[in-house]
């Protein structure tokens, strides 16, 4: 017998969820109360439960699809009355009359699913065909997984959006010869890139940036006195490390949003970004394992890759696998910057220059190097109070470098 | 564009190309397009096979109370109407090619290069003929006997379909569908029939519950059909043959016919053609080889019907000659049929479409199968023939339909239905919920169709 299952209330007041997996697939045999699909719904994931034994004859949703209460979700094959499988029960009926019909049910193993056997009109195969897409690859909306011209016409579009990275759509310059000279030069590889990834990023993360204070008088006088002719050493890899530990205590900070499979990647390692201002534009070598290393050698790695940046010679290996970047003007000026996150991370931290203000200490101001640090991060999987305490953990640190120790 | 061949496969493409915008040089060796299917093949036996069911249908109207007594039969003139038909057909391609401005050649033709044929016409005439690309469509010749002499008394298909005279006694070598087309044809003109055949069974590689009816009903007509047995020795004999047959146990037996059928099969007409001044490659079994698109190893040369393949079949041909033409015309086409039809004009018809049975098993395809009796069938009750079944062939977890087999009086008519269902992914439930019209034999696709979701009307099965 064939069960047509169908979603079950999955509590009061739920009437809709999306599928977010089906652990299971066709021809899978699955026990009562075997998770078969997991639905989330109100922000809580919910497992659905087989109300039956069986084999899986259909699965009628995908991943991903909107689907109501009481919508049919898969046909399970349940076993006859006597535990005989179906073919078998039916040969047990009467026998027919004479001419009777007869519904044999055979099995052997699963067809190869070649090209040949997707469900497709002929019409629809021939749009395929013309659009150069590979009908098999194609995902049939129809009964049946039967493919409509629609899908074909969705999945060409879907190819040629996921080539090249997505180009936001840009209303036409206008003609600026009406007001005057100009000169028009080919963007370059490096800046094509930087403009498309941070085009990206801009258009997919939901950026906020928090500003924050940090008096860095104490920690200006350490990094001087341990300054030598072959190391000098600056805030950042100072804030490098402070990075590192802070990733470790607010760990969503080391994650990536993975919004098609409505996953979140936590990162069990420590690898820290840092902008490169180059001749051609800008570059984030990235620095592995801050964790496991020390001050003075973050100094000397940072001093060797900022060279070999400024050289052209990093590679594309050496530019990737960054879990946070931080990204330092204080060389150039400015008093504070909104950062633009570096796609796949959570957030970026900003540095501009220190200055000397008034800080009202013990009832009176006094001078004091101050750095308004910026942090820019991703809305989705970081709320604003945890961005607040991250960045003051990261100025308090600087104030107190004994915290590293301590909590980091 | 050149087409060496002007059967439904060669005219279709020729057509279709000048259609599209090209100058099209069509050759082939007879007077008017039609190749075997017209001249020699398709039209002339379903013609023959129209007389010879009106014999059979009026034979057992007595049944029904309607004697119509012994037919006369003028031979003379059935052979006329037949050609007739066949003139008129092929005149009226003809027509339609001048219509295209098609530059119609007659003569024979041979590849000198990838780009140009020498053409001898039939009174010694050479022209030679230059191409950008060409479609080889040169079709089939039957398979002749090596045992069998050069006799007048042994005939092939298209000396069959002459219709000289009827013999006595007449062998049929072959089992297929050729030969028992034409084993009917002269059986209901009043010939005693035997048929040999090598295989165990009549029509090898169909579905036998399907060949099962048919040769229920033709050993009642046919002399003997004798299964497992090959034709050892052919010799003249007082005015007839004598035919060596060897059985399955080796028995040897030696009967008297006055005429023998050879109808063993056809091969590709791909010798003598010149092919071997192109780059065009041949399989083992004498095809060229092809591509999706048609076109051969050599890019310049495409080749369509039966010389490119199986199925040898004129529907197969025309649809072929229109890939081909579609591109080489710079359109996007691919030959990649769901759905082949075969339909055998025995009395009954089979006629059957995607997978069979015997396929399903041999390529380990998971399937279901319903069957419906046309003896439930109300229209098979009132023409009076209830031997047939209508079968269909399902994928067993998503009930797509992936092949329909049918045998009965006119199943022929009814295949294209599951050609469409199979060619659009239907599904059993898309043909059970379209309303069939009452009573045709058409309903039997929808009953069948209902058995396989559930409950039928015209056929009660309890449900477990
Ligand atoms: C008795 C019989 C009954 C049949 N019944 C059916 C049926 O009911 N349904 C069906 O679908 N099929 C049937 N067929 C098969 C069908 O006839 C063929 O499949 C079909 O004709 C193939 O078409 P084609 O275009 O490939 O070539 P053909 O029809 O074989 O035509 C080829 C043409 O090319 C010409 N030619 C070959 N070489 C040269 C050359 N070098 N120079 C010039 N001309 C050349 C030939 O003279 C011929 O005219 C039947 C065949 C036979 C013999």
């Known amino acids: 017998m064939i069960t047509e299952f169908k979603l079950p209330e999955l509590g009061e007041n739920i009437l809709s969820g999306t599928v977010v997996k089906i652990p299971v697939k066709t021809g899978d045999s699955v026990k009562k109360e075997d998770t078969v699909l997991e639905i989330e719904a109100s922000k809580a994931t919910i497992e659905v439960p087989s109300p039956v034994d069986g084999i899986i004859r259909e699965i009628a949703v995908q991943e991903g699809q909107e689907i109501k209460v009481g919508q049919l979700i898969m046909k399970i094959q349940t076993e006859g009355a006597k535990g005989a499988p179906e073919g078998k029960t039916e040969a047990k009926a009467p026998p027919p009359a004479q001419h009777a019909p007869i519904r044999e049910e055979k099995a052997a193993a699963p067809p190869p699913e070649t090209a040949e056997e997707v469900a497709a009109a002929p019409s629809v195969r021939r749009l395929a065909r013309e659009r150069a897409v590979d009908i098999s690859k194609v995902k049939g909306s129809g009964p049946a997984g039967r493919i409509l011209e629609e899908d074909v016409i969705a999945y060409a579009r879907g190819i040629k959006k996921e080539q090249p990275a997505p180009e936001i759509q840009q209303e036409l310059l206008p003609d600026f010869t009406q007001w005057g000279e100009i000169e028009c030069v080919p963007m370059g590889a490096t800046r094509l890139h930087i403009a498309r990834h941070l085009s990206a990023a801009w258009h997919v993360i939901p950026h906020v940036t928090h500003f924050d204070k940090a008096d860095i008088t104490e920690l200006e006088i350490t990094l001087k006195k341990y300054s030598t002719r072959e190391r000098a050493l600056t805030i950042t890899p100072f804030l490098i490390k402070i990075a590192a530990s802070a990733l470790k205590l607010f760990p969503h900070f080391n994650a990536s949003v993975d919004m098609r499979k409505r996953e979140i990647a936590y990162k069990k390692y420590f690898n820290i970004g840092v902008a490169v201002d180059t001749e051609k534009g800008l570059v984030v070598p990235v620095i592995r394992d801050v964790d496991k290393k020390n001050i003075f050698a973050i100094a000397d790695e940072l001093k060797e890759v900022s060279k070999r940046a400024r050289a052209n010679k990093l590679t594309i290996a050496e530019m990737q696998g960054g879990c946070f970047t931080i990204t330092n003007l204080g060389g150039i000026g400015c008093t504070s910057f909104a950062p633009i996150i570096h796609w796949p991370e959570a957030a970026i931290l900003g540095v501009p220059r220190s200055r000397w203000e008034p800080v009202y200490i013990d009832k009176q101001f006094v001078p004091r190097k101050v750095l308004t640090l910026s942090l820019s991060f991703d809305h989705r999987i970081i709320d604003g109070a945890e961005a607040a305490r991250f960045l003051r953990w990261i100025c308090q640190t600087a104030e107190q470098p004994l915290l590293l120790e301590m909590e980091g | ?464």
């Open chain 2, 1 to 464: 564009m050149l087409v060496l061949g002007a059967g439904p496969g060669g005219y279709a493409a020729a057509f279709m190309a000048a259609d599209l915008g090209l100058a099209v040089t069509l050759v082939d060796e007879e007077i008017n397009p039609g190749g075997v299917c017209l001249f020699r093949g398709c039209i002339p036996s379903k013609a023959l096979l129209h007389a010879s069911k009106l014999i059979s249908d009026s034979r057992e109207a007595a049944g029904i109370g309607i004697d119509f007594g012994k037919p006369v039969i003028d031979l003379k003139k059935l052979r006329e109407w037949k050609d007739h038909v066949v003139q008129k057909l092929t005149a009226g391609l003809g027509q339609l090619c001048a219509r295209r401005t098609i530059h119609y050649i007659r003569g024979h033709g041979r590849f000198l290069d990838s780009g140009s044929m020498e053409v001898k016409g039939s009174e010694g005439a050479e022209q030679k003929i230059s191409f950008d690309h060409a479609i080889v469509a040169s079709g089939s010749k039957p398979v002749t006997l090596p045992v069998a002499s050069a006799s007048r008394r042994v005939l092939d298909s298209t000396s069959a379909l002459n219709l000289e005279d009827i013999p006595g006694q007449l062998l049929i070598v072959g089992g297929g569908y050729i030969g028992l087309e034409m084993g009917t044809v002269y059986c209901e003109l009043g010939a005693e029939v035997s048929v040999v055949e090598m295989a165990p069974n009549l029509l090898p590689g169909t579905d036998s519950d399907l060949t099962d009816v048919l040769h229920a009903r033709l050993a009642r007509h046919f002399k003997s059909i004798m299964l497992t047995t090959r034709v050892t020795k052919v010799e003249e004999e007082g005015g007839g043959l004598r035919a060596t047959l060897q059985g399955q146990d080796g028995k040897i037996s030696r009967q008297h016919f006055d005429k023998m059928l050879v109808a063993i099969g056809r091969t590709p007409n791909s010798k003598g053609l010149g092919l071997e001044n192109t780059d065009a490659e041949l399989t083992p079994d004498g095809f060229l080889r092809v591509d999706p698109q048609r076109a051969t190893t050599d890019p310049r040369i495409h080749a369509i019907g039966d010389v490119a393949g199986e199925p040898m079949l004129a529907h197969k041909a025309t649809h072929e000659g229109r890939v081909a033409a579609i591109s080489l015309s710079g359109g996007k086409a691919a030959f990649e049929p769901r759905a082949i039809p075969s339909v055998i004009f025995t009395n009954p018809e089979i006629a059957w479409c995607g997978v069979t049975e015997t396929e399903a098993r041999k390529r380990n395809i998971r399937f279901t199968i319903t069957k419906f009796p046309w003896a439930a069938s109300g229209r098979a009750a009132t023409i009076n023939r209830m031997d047939g079944f209508t079968k269909l062939i399902l994928h067993p977890d998503t009930g797509r339909i992936l092949g329909v087999g049918i045998v009965g009086d006119g199943c022929g008519e009814l295949i294209s239905e599951g050609v469409v269902a199979i060619e659009m992914g239907a599904r059993a439930s898309d043909l059970e919920l379209c309303i069939h019209p009452h009573p045709t034999l058409s309903e039997t696709i929808m009953e069948s169709a209902q058995l396989a979701t559930g409950y039928g009307t015209h056929f009660f099965k309890p449900q477990s």
